[in-house]
């Protein structure tokens, strides 16, 4: 209303262009996310304990996904609040992250006890 009152026609036009603009940026957005969500194990983090440091309280699902390059997996009951997601790394540590309405509310990083992350094959002496 406010850019035909103003300009017109060609306001409308100007505006509609830019909310079409912005609406595609998102998109391409999601799409690439899940792109790289799609070619990595569901729940996997490469580092939890650089995960956890880099959580803020508000961020959206989406932004975690972003940063984890891979889906979470769903620790809480399909389609109720809040959503309760987990990311493991290969040493066992997790980062389990609570959603309300899709913000982050609320997470907590799990580390074993030493000596507990230890597989046949982990456990060559080599450092991490």
Same mark, same amino acid.
């Given at each position: ?23 595609? &940026? ?12 799609? /070619? ?10 650089? &995960? /956890? ?8 699902? &989406? ?7 891979? &889906? ?12 309760? @997601? ?12 609570? @959603?309300? /309405? ?27």
């Amino acid at each position: 209303m406010a850019a035909y009152s103003s300009y017109g026609w060609p306001g409308v036009a100007i505006a509609s262009g830019l909310l079409v603009m912005w609406l595609l &940026l998102h998109f391409t957005r999601l799409m690439q996310v899940l792109k790289r969500a799609a /070619n990595r194990p569901i729940g996997y983090v490469d580092s939890a304990v650089m &995960l /956890n440091a880099k959580l803020r309280s508000g961020v959206s699902l &989406l932004h975690v996904v972003a940063m984890t390059k891979a &889906l979470g997996t769903l620790e809480s009951a399909k389609d109720v609040q809040p959503e309760v @997601f987990r990311w493991t790394d290969e040493t066992q540590s997790h980062v389990s992250c609570e @959603f309300h /309405n899709g913000k982050l509310r609320k997470w907590q990083l799990q580390r074993p006890a030493p000596g507990e992350a230890e597989t046949p094959e982990s456990g060559s002496g080599q450092a991490p």
